[in-house]
């Protein structure tokens, strides 16, 4: 291949093309190697949740989803279960008027990636590829995902601690509207969310179920109509009704990391990001925020550089694995708490959780704090 590219992006997933988006639009030529989903795949039914630093990122590429496909969270309700109706703990986490609109936004990921293949298609600079092969930037970066192959051939390291829980996503029609409402519960060691849709009155939520593996083979395997039956009580009913909309999926949870971020072969930079850098557990809903981060710490450092730096030097690249690793690290630390404290089934937290959670709603500073963490209005600073 004879052409020259800068960067060679390799995942067609969110991270790769944000990536490759803001790049581009400063002057670098950008190769973006996407591979081909499957054939006969799945609908796919991922939602995420995104903060006001990564709607801002989006916003600025003009590729943010209108709003049936991305619905404001304007309140969160978090309870600690223990067969009770309702709940005998819960925490409800409502919008800073002073700070924004909503708390995050529920982002249908089939949109957002619709929206950033537009964007990349009319995008000068980009050259979207089938294959790397023949290529010679100064700079790969990779971003396809924890499973990553390219990650391997480059050989960097990847520690891996699975959960025992798998994840169970599905979507629901509810008998009643959300109100952009979205619902956790901590019960028997399992972790349910429900996560609105189509708009601040949708009918719809998506949901992330995080149960025992077993266990969730054997909801998988259950009809439709009796999954939704099992999702409704979970919930205590909360939104009525409920009726399965499409397949149910389920994938295992875990919290991995790559050991370094950022290497040199031979005359090209080597870069990780995203879930080929690390991956941690979804009750948090914070992933492709950190993903998001990994994208615009990266672009910041490569705008940034001496103007006689090439965009694969290695002492650039540090830069940016020093202040990623710093954040995830951290982001990392408050996940793996969360997780210890609510998937346990253990008696003797269960006191501690409701006291807690009782406690954590009556106060007052530290509420309004955590809201502007989570939001994205005060992000976790170490290593810049």
Request: charged fraction near 20%; proline fraction near 5%.
């Amino acid at each position: 291949m004879n052409k020259k590219f800068d960067v060679c992006v390799r995942g067609g997933g969110v991270v790769g093309h944000t990536l490759a988006l803001l790049l581009a639009r400063d002057r670098l030529r950008v190769a973006l190697v996407r591979q081909p989903g499957p054939a006969g795949a799945l609908a796919d039914i991922r939602a995420y949740a995104l903060n006001a630093a990564s709607r801002t990122l989006l916003q600025g590429l003009r590729v943010w989803p209108d709003e049936s496909a991305a619905t404001p969270v304007v309140a969160m309700q978090i309870c600690e279960d223990a067969g009770a109706t309702p709940p005998e703990a819960a925490v409800r986490f409502d919008r800073s008027s002073d700070e924004s609109d909503a708390l995050a936004w529920i982002v249908d990921v089939p949109a957002l990636e619709q929206r950033l293949r537009e964007a990349v298609g009319y995008q000068s600079g980009i050259e979207v590829l089938d294959s790397a092969d023949g290529l010679a930037p100064s700079l790969t970066i990779v971003c396809e995902g924890k499973r990553s192959s390219s990650r391997a051939q480059f050989g960097f390291e990847f520690d891996t601690r699975p959960y025992p829980h798998t994840a169970v996503a599905a979507r629901l029609r509810c008998a009643l509207p959300h109100g952009g409402v979205a619902r956790q519960w901590f019960a028997q060691g399992e972790i349910m969310a429900w996560l609105p849709l189509d708009g601040p009155q949708g009918h719809r939520v998506a949901l992330v179920w995080s149960v025992a593996h077993e266990r969730a083979q054997q909801l998988l395997a259950l009809a439709p109509e009796v999954l939704a039956e099992a999702v409704q009580a979970g919930g205590h009913a909360a939104l009525g009704a409920m009726q399965l909309d499409g397949a149910a999926a389920g994938w295992p949870l875990e919290l991995s990391r790559a050991r370094r971020w950022v290497a040199r072969q031979g005359d090209m930079g080597v870069a990780l990001a995203g879930d080929a850098a690390h991956a941690m557990h979804p009750l948090a809903g914070q992933g492709l925020n950190v993903g998001l981060g990994d994208v615009a710490e990266l672009a910041r450092v490569l705008h940034q550089r001496e103007s006689w730096r090439e965009p694969g030097d290695l002492r650039l690249l540090r830069r940016y694995e020093r202040a990623r690793q710093a954040d995830v690290s951290a982001m990392g630390a408050v996940t793996e708490g969360l997780y210890s404290l609510f998937a346990h089934n253990d008696s003797r937290l269960l006191a501690l959780r409701r006291w807690g959670l009782q406690g954590f709603d009556r106060s007052g500073a530290l509420k309004r704090w955590v809201v502007r963490q989570a939001a994205g209005h005060a992000p976790l600073q170490a290593g810049h």
